[in-house]
């Protein structure tokens, strides 16, 4: 073996967690692969900071990678992203979760974290991210972000508490979760809006994004018990071909009649109601997607 392949040897040791960082900072899969990618061309032009281990380089590679794409995203103004927007979602099904993809949710990472994650800045998401999620510390972060480590710890604990203010305690028992996703879609079936009423809290949050297509399902945000079963009615005939899937770990709805993908749900229970859906609408990130095998 030449050091060309135990370079690429160890690299691959790294690339789950480096995508897992990427995706959390981005909210994107395609994104966190590039970013990944990017970091394995630094890597082999020999940009490494060898007083470092290799591990605590990428990790600082990606983040500060990922931090300039935020930037740019704010800076240009025009990023496509707003209320309605929902991350990426990874799907899995059901019966087990595939081995490369354990660690873009090891710590069940869920759709209403990422979404929350959108409200931070990028300097507090990357601080958030790296040392929250994964262990680095305020002193090895700090440079990234330009600041003492003292200022660095203060955008975390910000951070802490836009993220907790904004992102649900959610039902951590799979099987309570398919109990009331189940109900869910029943009531929606039967076009019975009391049994919906009965698995909606009252202060439910909807985000539907479509992207830019013209259709019949346009990027909305719904609030409201009364409001979000009124949508569910309008939409009662997609419950038809809905098939449940782990949605970033959480049960969700993944719809594909006759293999046309037409959406993936992701859902927050809690307390024994639906508190938040996340419904990715849009063609063309849909096409994008992978959607393995899921169960009725």
Not at 123 to 139: G, I, T, Y
Not at 225 to 235: D, G, L, S, Y
Request: negative net charge.
């Amino acid at each position: 073996m030449n050091g060309t392949e135990q370079l690429a040897q160890r690299f691959q040791a790294h690339r789950g967690q480096l995508r897992a960082v990427a995706y959390r900072m981005l909210g994107s899969l395609g994104e966190a692969d590039d970013v990944v990618q990017d970091a394995w061309l630094r890597l082999g032009r020999g940009d490494r900071d060898e007083t470092r281990e290799l591990g605590d380089w990428l990790t600082a590679t990606v983040g500060g990678t990922c931090l300039d794409r935020l930037r740019s995203r704010a800076a240009r103004g025009a990023d496509p992203r707003d209320d309605a927007f929902v991350p990426d979602p990874v799907i899995t099904p059901l019966s087990r979760t595939e081995p490369e993809q354990e660690a873009l949710y090891a710590d069940a990472v869920g759709l209403a974290l990422l979404v929350a994650l959108e409200q931070l800045t990028p300097a507090q998401r990357l601080v958030f991210v790296l040392h929250d999620m994964f262990a680095v510390s305020f002193e090895d972060i700090a440079p990234i972000v330009e600041r003492t480590p003292a200022a660095t710890r203060q955008l975390a604990s910000r951070a802490r508490r836009r993220v907790r203010d904004a992102a649900p305690a959610a039902e951590p028992d799979p099987a309570k979760q398919r109990e009331v996703l189940e109900a869910f879609l029943a009531a929606s079936k039967a076009e019975d809006p009391e049994a919906l009423g009965a698995v909606l809290h009252p202060d439910i949050v909807l985000r539907v994004d479509a992207g830019v297509f013209v259709g019949p399902v346009a990027s909305e945000v719904v609030r409201g018990a009364r409001a979000v079963a009124e949508q569910a009615m309008r939409f009662r005939q997609f419950a038809q071909d809905a098939r449940l899937a782990l949605i970033n770990g959480e049960v969700g709805v993944v719809n594909v009649p006759e293999g046309n993908p037409l959406s993936v749900a992701g859902v927050t229970v809690a307390e024994g109601r639906i508190v938040a859906l996340y419904i990715l609408a849009d063609p063309e990130r849909l096409a994008r997607l992978e959607l393995p095998g899921t169960s009725r």
